[in-house]
């Protein structure tokens, strides 16, 4: 998949776990985990928002994309 998501880099970074992102944006721990383990299909946007300020971040730093290459 071309989208990786760096939830867990930047809970690292923040020092701060599963459980207390769960918490502070008020989503189950299983949709959290899902979430940072690229299992997901679609994020809202109000989900976004709680996360980017519970962690103090952009939706930017959050995803990254890497060109797939293409198979022949």
């Avoid at 998949?1 to 930047?10: G, Q, V």
């Avoid at 502070?24 to 383990?37: D, W």
């Amino acid at each position: 998949m071309p989208i990786i998501i760096r939830l867990d880099r930047m809970m690292a970074d923040r020092k701060m776990s599963l459980n207390e992102l769960s918490e502070r944006v008020g989503i189950t721990i299983a949709n959290l985990s899902n979430f940072k383990n690229a299992k997901i299909s679609a994020v809202r946007l109000g989900t976004m928002e709680a996360i980017c300020e519970a962690l103090n971040c952009q939706p930017g730093d959050l995803f990254e994309y890497r060109k797939s290459e293409k198979k022949i």
